[in-house]
């Protein structure tokens, strides 16, 4: 059942269509316990399956699912019927930074501030290894207040999808805006492709037009290749200065995100604007069991830390086993194997023998085993890593009197440690104990 009257899972009012695309339509919502503005986008599974972009879809709800950033439009929600699958996303009240475009270039310093958050909300991304590969003022939108979000991850990237040559491949983007190695097909590298593309809206911010123009789609490739050209009279001699080293059409000499960080015209504003805000590691998927089992599953994601509230080994109600099943978990709809940053399985032992080998295997590690509540603990490292100490929650709810489900997730650290330690020391490990990992089938015990 796709909606109930006017409103989508018990949860949502949806109104007016704010947009439709070949495959989905967006919808103006409102959450109703909060009265939250929402937009809720419409995905039709069949027209998604049948165009053959089912792994398009799942990338593009992955990265959302990824990158939390103050300048990034955010995720809040997916759910899905039969049919449909619904994202619930931020409400950018603004619109396109295009259609203010349209009206003619903007002022240095309101130019200015929508390249810092771009920026900041690129940097953001390639630190998740996620390139978004389509920069444009279509793809950009701005909220009430007049903040940019980076929007419509749909032909992005993520670190996986690079070659054995360490570059990406894929030729793809908006003609006008993509960098020229891209255009070359010999392999790209996609963060120094994004920094092109900023480079060209930053173009378009100041000027009203674009910087590589041509009736002819291979002579604005040629143009582009050549980085051929023309600042107008009125760009400050450092915006000139910046632009001829992002349109560097040589990637190996371009500018990188933390060089454009530290010219003195992107510098300027940014400390009473705030504009550049540091994002905590963001949690990924927890199970919720608003919905209804006959109509939809439902994955809430949210940035809250682990749960640490549990007194006891929790009971599961109905729609958490059934979530348990592969054929249920949205998570593996957009999020893969070797992605996930947490790790789910079903053990036959009992809580005491689960939370002894989860010592000893955190002993093995060198992380120290800190017990937060009765089913909960934390193993912690002792050094910093790139992003902090690595943090592991760990979590046991009781099924039934017999089984148990034991959840691992990272709460705080570098996430290619974290991944690497799950491959090669925790998953291994754990064997012993392990009925049948989440969404594959019990082994015979």
């Avoid at 590589?212 to 143009?223: A, H, P, T």
């Avoid at 998570?331 to 809580?351: C, H, R, V, Y």
Wanted: proline share 4%.
């Amino acid at each position: 059942m796709e909606k109930k009257g006017n409103v989508l899972m018990q949860k949502y009012d949806l109104g007016r269509l704010l947009g439709q695309g070949n495959f989905a339509k967006v919808y103006y919502g409102r959450n109703l316990e909060t009265g939250q503005s929402v937009a809720v986008k419409v995905i039709d599974k069949e027209k998604v399956l049948k165009a053959g972009l089912i792994e398009q879809t799942k990338r593009e709800i992955s990265v959302m699912a990824l990158v939390e950033h103050p300048n990034v439009l955010q995720l809040y929600e997916v759910m899905a019927t039969k049919s449909k699958i619904y994202l619930v996303i931020e409400h950018a009240k603004g619109g396109e930074l295009f259609k203010k475009l349209t009206k003619g270039r903007l002022k240095e310093k309101l130019a200015r501030k929508y390249f810092q958050q771009l920026i900041s909300a690129v940097e953001c991304c390639h630190s998740r290894d996620v390139y978004h590969r389509d920069l444009k003022p279509e793809n950009v939108l701005l909220d009430e207040n007049g903040n940019l979000k980076v929007s419509d991850f749909g032909l992005s990237a993520l670190a996986e999808s690079k070659r054995q040559d360490g570059l990406l491949h894929t030729t793809c983007g908006t003609p006008a805006y993509v960098a020229p190695e891209v255009i070359s097909r010999k392999g790209y590298d996609g963060a120094k492709a994004d920094i092109w593309s900023c480079g060209v809206i930053l173009f378009v911010l100041l000027a009203g037009y674009l910087p590589f123009q041509d009736s002819n789609l291979m002579e604005i490739y040629r143009k582009i290749k050549q980085a051929e050209f023309k600042c107008p009279n009125w760009f400050p001699p450092e915006v000139r200065k910046l632009l001829s080293k992002i349109l560097d059409p040589n990637p190996r000499t371009r500018i990188s995100i933390a060089k454009i960080k530290e010219s003195s015209w992107f510098k300027k504003g940014l400390e009473s604007r705030n504009a550049v805000t540091k994002v905590e590691e963001k949690e990924k998927f927890s199970l919720d069991a608003n919905a209804t089992i006959q109509d939809c599953t439902h994955n809430s994601i949210s940035p809250s830390v682990s749960k640490l509230e549990l007194l006891k080994p929790s009971n599961l109600n109905a729609f958490d086993i059934i979530s348990l099943s592969s054929g249920f978990d949205l998570s593996g709809l957009f999020i893969t194997k070797d992605q996930k940053e947490d790790l789910q399985f079903i053990s036959a032992k009992p809580a005491s023998s689960i939370i002894s080998k989860l010592e000893e295997v955190g002993r093995y590690l060198k992380l120290e085993v800190m017990k937060k509540e009765a089913g909960s603990m934390r193993l912690e490292g002792s050094g910093e890593g790139r992003y902090g100490t690595l943090s592991i929650d760990t979590e046991i709810s009781e099924i039934t009197p017999s089984f148990h489900l034991v959840e691992l997730k990272k709460s705080y650290g570098d996430k290619v440690e974290y991944q690497k330690m799950l491959k090669q020391v925790i998953r291994p490990a754990l064997e012993e104990i392990v009925w049948t990992w989440q969404g594959e089938q019990p082994a015979n015990r």
